[in-house]
């Protein structure tokens, strides 16, 4: 039989072919099975985030390095352009400084708007921002080509917006006798000027130099009566406000910021029926209510200004019109009549007394301006407006048996102690300066705390309608600590230690006749003639605090609140090495340590007061 010779042929490919896919089965079975070389690529995975995360601490750190350089620029042309001795153009100050560093068209700011750059011949303001773009390496493997590096520089010369808290110690001690230089004044008290012969003070004539012997007192009021003048030149006009505080055992306030205050009840008639000073005008449940300021007309009636769809507007408005504040039967305002004469501010002096209250029983008011804080209170600067502050007893708090001496009340009486706000008043505010005389104790807590307080912008509301406060700060000041072009400055100084001081105990001061005997009699001598044989002078009194407490607690805690805010510090130690005032200063170059004698090695108060206000009004950065 014969057999075709295709047949084995075919045969053998089927059988090769079966071959080879067993062999490529295998081979897929082995490639399967074989775990060799997975790492590599793991790595090669691991390789590039590697990269990425390696790398880009490179990048940011070509990054920082960029900024950095870049702020650095920014700074020094600002600070240049700033400059009141600049004689070219700020722009071009700028511009040139970029250029040269090789940061051309990195600035982003307009540099022909008033708002950014402004320079005149007392101040000056300079804001810039600029940005560079710098190549990555790595970051680029995620899509990260470039990073934006930014900086922002401000500058200012001269005053700018300054709020300052002048805080000066009356203190007894004030009354020693030191040594200094002696300055020439005119006979209105100004400072004569000639040529720079004081190394120290130039252009002050000193006439008793060196070793002239006056109080210590004599000395602070001689400094801070110029820095006073230095820091309200006529070019800082309605820029720079100084709130003036007087401290010993307490801090008096004026009567129209105690005014503005809920306080307890200031008077009390002889059946010991509490009332107010200003009769039923403004006592309610016990408490002195805040006093209003309102606009009258010439009979006393209040007017209000308004806007043609009768809404109120403030009085100052130059439009609107003057209408009374009660409307008629038919609810419309009525209009001042033509040709009246221009409503004017009531204050507290034009409240006629109203003593109805009193039943016609004679009544005593308590004079003092003073009021307490609680001890949570040094731990911020915020001012609380809604609380009743309680009234300081009017009391000579000694132990003796004598007569009541008003320069020993506990809380001064006399107006000239009082605060001064917000003034821009050489004048006002020298003189009362010059009027001030060596109390009672040391209480630095409670001058801080007034310093601070008057700086926060919790009491703006509160003290914007007081007529003493200049027209230019009303309701503006304190300005916020955010607002960005404000600064604000406590200068305290004391020539002592913060002591622990006593008080009258409230249940001895709630009676007509412990009222009106304290205000008769020292403290020791009315525990002996009230009548009472129980009560002693250590019955009757209570003491405030220790002086460790006073220091290390509450004029820490006010000195810390207050530097958190951004306030600068400046502290003055005269004749003592005080730690709390040194740790109170905000950084340390701002802790003075005043000389009482003539010592050339260290600083006169003169000269400390010339550094801050300097420092004050220095060419600066601001951001």
Known sequence: MLRSKKQPNKLKKLQNAR??????????????????????????????????????????????????KLQSVSDRAVLAAASLNQTVGAADVIENFFEVEGYGGAITTDLTNPDSVS??????????????????????????????????????????NVEVSLVLDISGSMGNNMQGDVF?????????????????????????????????????????????????LPEYEDSVSINLIAYSAHVALSDELY?????????????????????????????????????????????????????????????????????????????????????????????????????????????????TFEADEYQTTVFDVDRTYRQVPYAHISRGWGTFNT?????????????VLMSQDVDELQETIDQYVPTLTTSIHRGMKWGSVLLDPSIRDLVADI???????????????????????????????????????????????????????????????????????WTMTETIGSTTVLNSD??????????????DVYTIS????????????????NAFLSTITNDPTQPGLGEIFSRISNNITALRLSQ
Request: hydrophobic share 35%; net charge negative; charged share 25%.
């Open 467 to 537: 007529p003493t406060v200049d027209d230019a700060f009303a309701g503006r000041r304190p300005a916020e600590y955010s607002d960005g072009t404000t600064n604000k400055y406590v200068v305290i100084m004391t020539d002592g230690f913060t002591v622990s001081s006593r008080d009258i105990r409230e249940e001895h001061y709630e009676t007509y006749a412990d009222r009106d005997g304290f205000s008769k009699y020292t403290v020791g001598r009315w525990a002996g003639e009230d009548g009472d044989g129980t009560t002693t002078y």
């Open 19 to 68: 071959r080879a896919y067993i062999e490529q089965l295998a081979l897929i079975r082995q490639f399967k099975k074989d775990d060799e070389g997975g790492l590599i690529i793991l790595t090669l995975l691991l390789l590039i985030s590697m990269l990425v995360v390696g790398g880009m601490a490179t990048d940011f750190m070509r990054y920082e390095s960029e900024r950095t």
């Open 554 to 567: 509450y004029l820490a805690e006010i000195c810390d609140a207050t530097a958190l805010q951004g306030v």
């Open 574 to 589: 005269m004749g003592v090495q005080n730690q709390t005032m040194t740790d109170c200063a905000s950084k340390p170059g």
């Open 119 to 160: 320079r005149g011949d007392s101040n000056s303001a300079i804001t810039i921002e600029s940005q560079v773009s710098v190549d990555t390496f790595y970051l680029r493997l995620i899509g990260m080509d470039t990073l934006t590096a930014p900086a922002s520089s401000s500058a200012i010369a001269g005053s700018g």
């Open 407 to 419: 320069a020993r009340a506990q809380c001064p009486a006399r107006d000239f102690e009082g605060i």
């Open 184 to 232: 020439e004044v005119d006979a209105d008290g100004k400072f004569v000027y000639h040529g720079p012969e004081h190394p120290t003070r130039p252009g002050l004539n000193v006439i008793e130099f060196p070793g002239a012997t006056r109080t210590r007192m004599f000395f602070l009021q001689q400094a801070a009566k110029q820095f006073v003048a230095d820091l309200l």
């Open 259 to 371: 005014m503005a205050l809920n306080t307890t009840a200031d008077s009390i008639n002889e059946d010991d029926k509490f009332g107010s000073s200003f009769g039923t005008y403004n006592i309610s449940g016990g408490y002195s209510e805040p006093f209003e300021y309102v606009y009258v007309d010439a009979s006393g009636e209040e007017v209000i200004r308004v806007d043609d769809l009768d809404q109120e507007i403030p009085p100052e408005s130059e439009y609107g019109r003057w209408v009374y504040k009660e409307r008629n039967g038919g609810g419309n305002y009525v209009n001042l009549p033509t040709g009246s004469p221009a409503p004017s501010l009531r204050g507290i002096d034009d409240i006629p007394v109203d003593l109805t209250w009193a039943d016609g029983k004679d009544v005593f008011v308590n004079p003092s301006r003073c009021v």
